[in-house]
């Protein structure tokens, strides 16, 4: 089957525009992860969803960032009032269930804030 | 806070020479430990899963082992080629915990 998909596969936006960025996992799969990776760093999490629900926001940087998904499936990273420092490339994961191991990872989508 | 550290950040070596990245991580209370590797604006391929109990995981030229108590994983690529040049990522998961903890990776380039 398919794997992790995510569009767009790039985007370049102005400072101070809102960015919809989305994440289609492995069907099936209930636990779905979003990650940050700035030029340069490591992944860093941002939140985590276990079928419809969020119960660690905790890597979200700001309240300009905020994520919801639907149906157990699609899930969507908004950013709000881009900056300059959310240049990075968003990177979606999901796995079977919380109590299964591996994550398979998207291919990203690269966000570049003019 | 689970910290992982990956030494070196680069590697450079010529084609047939055996590859040794090394990954440590400050809190030994892990469920599992996962090698990934990024080709250059690509996602995460995911190489091998190392579960908490075990030791090692093979997967044809690649070899990780753990070491739990002392914190350290390496993973071995035997008999390199060109088209292992790529970053090598080590993940860790924590116990108690569902997200993965990323060290900043080893950029590999194999020399033809």
């Known amino acids: 089957g398919a794997g992790v998909s995510q569009s767009p596969s790039n985007k370049v936006t102005e400072k101070g525009k809102d960015v919809e960025l989305r994440c289609d996992p492995i069907?099936?799969?209930?636990?779905l992860y979003w990650y940050r990776q700035r030029l340069g760093q490591g992944l860093e999490f941002l939140i985590y969803?276990?079928?419809?629900?969020?119960?660690?926001k905790s890597g979200l940087p700001s309240d300009r960032f905020s994520a919801e998904r639907t149906g157990e499936s699609v899930s969507t990273l908004t950013i709000q009032r881009t900056q300059q420092e959310d240049s990075a490339v968003y990177l979606c994961?999901?796995?079977?269930?919380?109590?299964?191991?591996?994550?398979?990872f998207g291919p990203g989508t690269r966000l570049t804030v003019l | 806070k689970q910290e992982v550290t990956q030494i070196p950040a680069a590697l450079s070596v010529p084609e047939g020479e055996n590859l040794v990245l090394n990954c440590s991580f400050t809190?030994?209370?892990?469920?599992?430990l996962q090698w990934f590797r990024q080709d250059p604006g690509k996602g995460l391929t995911s190489l091998l899963l190392i579960q908490s109990s075990q030791r090692e995981q093979t997967s044809g030229r690649l070899n990780a082992s753990l070491d739990k108590s002392s914190g350290r994983s390496t993973l071995y690529i035997a008999a390199s080629q060109p088209g292992d040049s790529a970053t090598y990522l080590c993940a860790v998961r924590s116990l108690n915990d569902y997200k993965l903890s990323f060290g900043a990776g080893t950029t590999v380039t194999v020399r033809a």
């Open positions: 969803f276990q079928g419809n629900s969020a119960p660690d």
């Open positions: 069907s099936g799969h209930t636990a």
């Open positions: 994961a999901s796995t079977l269930g919380v109590g299964y191991n591996e994550q398979f």
């Open positions: 809190d030994s209370a892990i469920y599992n």
